[in-house]
């Protein structure tokens, strides 16, 4: 327990000296078994979350962890209606055009682009999607590190999204880096409507991804901070983009 609550009160200090936010109304627990840590509890969005479990790494030296933090939805929304959206969501997105895109409701999976049988045709893959208690899960398989993260991506843009679960799988397997985070990155970029990809530069080293530039409001500056932290990359992010109206 003193081990624990130690760690915690790390992770919050770092935290807060980061973030400069202090979360007072989100309650945030680690706890111990004899095989990983666990975080719990509940954060106002994607960035919070990812920080926390980033920084919880870095403090736990090493130790395997299990992360059960969630996303406040505000306005909460059904399990149907986010596993609706998120499907037009990467039915609407052209790095998926060739893939097929089914839905898991109740046990029975329901196409909505394409069948099985076309899952590998043309390298578009398969993507499943899945939903219970906000949090979505992918399942199936896409053609590069990229498509993979893009569709991650998609499902935290999602009002409503509470966690996402990525278990895509590579088919070719490919080889990861600080090469593929930045295109992945550069991709996610240039396909979230909210940010000027143009006004945006990225550095990736060791798997810490690094934005630079200039941006007219700090909403956009926040968004394209928040679309870093949705890559899961295990070396964190940092801001450098300047507000200049």
């Known amino acids: 327990m003193q081990r624990t609550d130690a760690i915690l009160k790390q992770v919050m200090a770092a935290f807060?000296?980061?973030?400069?936010?202090?979360l007072h109304n989100s309650p945030v627990h680690i706890s111990r078994n004899s095989a990983a840590l666990t975080v719990a509890g509940e954060v106002p969005d994607v960035t919070s979350k990812k920080r926390l479990i980033q920084l919880t790494r870095t403090y736990s030296d090493g130790e395997p962890l299990i992360d059960e933090l969630r996303v406040s939805a505000e306005p909460p929304i059904g399990d149907g209606e986010l596993r609706t959206r998120v499907c037009e969501r990467i039915l609407q997105t052209m790095e998926f055009r060739n893939c097929v895109v089914c839905a898991r409701v109740k046990d029975q999976l329901e196409m909505l682009r394409g069948t099985m049988d076309e899952a590998g045709e043309e390298g578009g893959g398969v993507v499943e999607v899945t939903?219970?208690?906000g949090v979505v899960t992918l399942t199936g398989q896409v053609m590069s590190l990229s498509h993979?993260?893009?569709?991650?991506?998609?499902?935290?843009?999602?009002?409503?999204?509470?966690?996402?679960?990525?278990?895509?799988?590579?088919?070719?397997?490919?080889?990861?880096?600080?090469e593929e985070i930045h295109e992945a990155m550069a991709l996610v970029?240039?396909?979230?409507?909210?940010?000027?990809?143009?006004?945006?530069t990225?550095?990736?080293?060791?798997?810490?991804?690094?934005?630079?530039?200039?941006?007219?409001?700090?909403?956009?500056r926040r968004q394209a901070e928040m679309d870093a932290w949705c890559l899961d990359t295990t070396g964190g992010v940092v801001n450098r983009i300047e507000v200049r109206a």
């Open 16 to 22: 807060e000296h980061e973030s400069h936010l202090k």
């Open 148 to 178: 993979r993260r893009l569709a991650s991506v998609i499902a935290w843009w999602v009002g409503g999204c509470r966690d996402v679960g990525n278990l895509l799988e590579l088919v070719p397997a490919e080889a990861d880096g600080d």
């Open 202 to 220: 990225i550095n990736v080293e060791r798997n810490r991804i690094t934005l630079a530039g200039c941006v007219a409001t700090e909403a956009e």
């Open 131 to 133: 939903v219970e208690g």
């Open 189 to 200: 970029l240039e396909s979230d409507p909210r940010v000027h990809a143009g006004q945006i």
